[in-house]
């Protein structure tokens, strides 16, 4: 298997500028996580979904940020408009079934954003 | 709420010589517990888990933690270090019961090794 598959791996834009984060998790996991590190915060959960559905959006900073999955192998996380703040190494993870709590979540490689 | 904390941010430690990572968790029911590697520029790989069944956990690279319930903890050990080991490392923890395994991670132990 291929893995977690992110893309682009490194994207760099300006301040106002809408950016979309691509995620395709390993086929067959019901769970999508996306994730957020800083130094000034580590890894943060910004939402996550089962079944294509978000089930907790609780961690997304403000509604400059959306996170859609129309379909089981594909996910985007979209920064309108991006302010500089943003600046971060975003992840995307999957896993196989999040009811028993114990599964292991992969995670894709990242995406280095930076906002001038 | 669900919490770990690691102390440190900065391990340093010499090649060959013991690796201690140090994580005590917070959980108000039983946790499943992780610890995560991270190598520059990958993303976080795990390195081993305990779900409730042995309390010394064996995981990958000579890696290994014990869960200890009366100190709540779950630290990381490796007898010899080894310079590809210089890596960050996170533990994270999640409730063990049925609903989601969202995670919350540690601030996270950036390993240095010297030779």
């Known amino acids: 298997d291929a893995g977690v598959i992110q893309s682009p791996r490194h994207e760099v834009t300006e301040m106002g500028q809408e950016v979309t984060l691509r995620c395709k998790p390993i086929?067959?996991?019901?769970?999508l996580f996306w994730y957020r590190q800083t130094m000034m915060r580590g890894l943060e959960l910004l939402i996550y979904f089962n079944n294509n559905v978000p089930i907790d959006d609780s961690g997304m900073p403000e509604d400059r940020f959306s996170a859609k999955m129309p379909n089981a192998s594909f996910s985007t996380l979209k920064i309108q408009p991006s302010e500089p703040r943003d600046s971060a190494v975003y992840f995307c993870?999957?896993?196989?079934?999040?009811?028993?709590?114990?599964?292991?979540?992969?995670f894709g490689p990242g995406t280095r954003l930076t906002v001038l | 709420a669900q919490s770990v904390t690691q102390l440190g941010s900065h391990v340093s430690v010499s090649e060959g010589a013991l690796v201690l990572l140090r994580c005590n968790y917070s959980s108000s029911v039983p946790p499943y517990l992780f610890w995560y590697v991270q190598y520059p520029n990958q993303g976080l790989q795990l390195l081993l888990k305990y779900t409730s069944a042995a309390t010394l956990v064996k995981g990958i690279n000579g890696f290994e933690a014990e869960f200890k319930k009366s100190e709540t903890s779950f630290h990381l050990t490796k007898p010899s270090a080894h310079m590809s080991d210089a890596a960050e490392y996170f533990c994270a923890v999640s409730r063990a019961s049925t609903g989601n395994n969202r995670l919350a991670f540690g601030k996270g132990n950036q390993v240095v090794v010297i030779p």
């Open positions: 993870a999957s896993s196989l079934d999040g009811h028993r709590n114990a599964d292991t979540q992969y």
């Open positions: 086929s067959g996991h019901d769970y």
